[in-house]
């Protein structure tokens, strides 16, 4: 699996590179999302496929709108009726050059509240490649910066979050937690800027 991580963003990145050095299966680009040619590329919408706003709009002008009416007929057929941050659908595009589209959602309705200082960019992340490793035509896939845009996540702490997911996932450095500390210890290092108590 080859995975490019690529964003119009300098700082981001920046931030990629320094936190995927020396990760052979991975490339970092600055660039444009719908340009590139790979087997697939990644939404990182929202829960009910609203596809109308940042990368989103881009990906929609490019692989066309009948994209986003697709992908929210496929959620509204979930047992959920909505796709959870976490999850993640694979949808194909009938485009050659881009033929499918990874939608991972980072937010449950579009906002920037509380997306800063959540784990939205791991779990997002996370669904993304287990997506990608499951599909038998996907060998590459390119990813914007997750919850960066609307969400207006630090670039250095999605780098940071998107990092542990693809530790975990394609590296297989699964995670065991003792005890309850160990696993808040682990949520708070993936985003430092989140609160565990409120006092």
């Known amino acids: ?115 800063p200082t959540s784990i939205n960019a791991y779990l997002a992340m996370k669904a993304v490649l287990i997506q990608a490793r499951a599909h038998e035509r996907i060998a590459t896939v390119a990813v914007p910066g997750m919850c960066t845009g609307v969400g207006r996540m630090q670039p250095e702490i999605a780098a940071r979050q998107m990092l542990a997911a693809y530790c975990e996932i394609e590296l297989g450095q699964r995670l065991s937690f003792q005890n309850f500390g160990d696993a808040q210890r682990y949520h708070w290092q993936l985003n430092p800027q989140g609160m565990i108590y409120t006092h």
Not at 45 to 61: Q, R
């Open 1 to 115: 699996m080859h995975y490019l991580l690529i964003d119009q963003s300098p700082r981001m990145v920046e931030a990629w590179r320094a936190a995927f050095d020396g990760q052979p299966n991975v490339e970092v680009q600055q660039g444009d999302l719908t340009r590139v040619s790979c087997d697939a590329i990644v939404s990182p919408a929202n829960s009910f496929g609203f596809m109308d706003g940042g990368v989103d709009y881009a990906i929609s002008e490019r692989l066309g709108w009948g994209l986003q009416d697709e992908l929210q007929r496929q959620i509204w057929a979930l047992p959920e009726g909505e796709l959870l941050v976490g999850r993640a659908l694979v949808l194909e595009t009938g485009d050659a050059q881009i033929p499918y589209l990874i939608s991972a959602p980072t937010m449950r309705v579009p906002t920037n509240f509380n997306i």
